[in-house]
């Protein structure tokens, strides 16, 4: 029996300790899009004064975002006490000082405080109560800010059965890392989404000009 029957998927604490280079580069999607993306999303709704981000793990966009915004302040948090510190000390040796991290844990992050933009990327497939996660995201969005992220739904139930025979055995350990998702225990759906928030998700992907966004992967943004 693997190690996740206690936890919602695998113990991320090691996973980023122990991780090969390859392994760890499974569970940081950040890295590719994201700074550009934020880049017209700044543009078309404005740049925040403060950032959350909830299942940051290392960190790589949010990292690149306050070089470009030496202005803007970036509180970042993980479940994983590992990438935190790990962050942390990156965070020394580039001498920033706009970029912050500390351990939380969806879905009650027990953050006591407000920021313009609120960030979860590629955190909700990991996370059992998906929409309780969303609700408290969305309670830490100040008024007039914005909550961004991406979730689960039945295509990627899908998708992730078709891929998975090509996954296995693998570094990434994707069995174990989608369960919820393939036993459909945490999807999400647009309707859903606006039942929980009380106010419809727009896709972030429209917002932001990107071409053929993946229906397996929505990602959207909730106005407060
Ligand atoms: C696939 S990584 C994504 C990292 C980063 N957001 C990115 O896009 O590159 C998922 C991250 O969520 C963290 N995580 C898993 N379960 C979590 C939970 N319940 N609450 C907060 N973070 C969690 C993991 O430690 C990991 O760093």
Redesign the pocket.
Known sequence: MSDATDR??ID??A??REGSESARD??????FD?PDQFRRFFASRGVPATVG?????????EFELARRHPGVEFCC????ES?VAENRERVTEEGLNNISFGV????D?DIDRRFDLVY????L???RDSER?IRNLYALVAPGGHLVFDYPNRHTRATYRELLPEEVPDEGRFTERWRLVLDGENLLAHERIRDALGTWPRSFYAEVDREDPPRHSPCVFVPK
């Open positions: 919602d998927t991320w604490d996973f980023w499974t569970a940081r999607p950040g890295r994201k981000s909830v299942g940051c793990g290392p960190a790589d966009a948090y993980d479940a994983a990438v939380a844990t969806l879905p992050p979860c990327y590629a955190t497939t990991y996370v996660a």
